[in-house]
């Protein structure tokens, strides 16, 4: 078993960073997809970056693409996520999620694809 342990959320001004953290404890997870899903009020949740085994490969939503670098250490089972440029849109739960699938090249998946789930972290940008 698995368990996803988000960090780093708060409040952020428009136009400030933020970087999120994941760490995994449990067992390694150097061989799955991890990503990042978020939630806003009143809408569904989504995959916004995603990385895969070895980081060859990512994927970023279009609403943070050119503003997030998403990044994992394989030795420490460690996913981050760093924001810029965070407008009051970027409001929501963070998820970090470790992909079901051992190996996979596509660096984006789906919540069904979705092995273990963080507990979530909010980040607010308001002024």
């Known amino acids: 078993q698995v368990q996803p342990i988000e960090s780093g959320g708060g409040l952020v001004q428009p136009g400030g960073s933020l970087t999120l953290s994941c760490t995994a404890s449990?067992?390694?997870?150097?061989?799955?997809?991890m990503g990042w899903f978020r939630q806003a009020p009143g809408k569904e949740r989504e995959l916004v970056a995603g990385?895969?085994?070895?980081?060859?490969?990512?994927y970023y939503s279009d609403s943070l693409l050119g503003r997030a670098t998403i990044s994992r250490d394989d030795w420490k089972n460690t996913l981050l996520l760093h924001m810029s440029n965070l407008e009051p849109e970027d409001t929501a739960i963070y998820y970090c999620a470790v992909s079901k699938e051992l190996f996979s090249r596509n660096a984006y998946f789906s919540e069904a694809d979705v092995a273990w789930w963080g507990q979530g972290t909010q980040v607010t940008v308001s002024s």
């Open positions: 449990g067992q390694t997870v150097s061989m799955r997809g």
């Open positions: 990385i895969i085994s070895g980081s060859r490969n990512t």
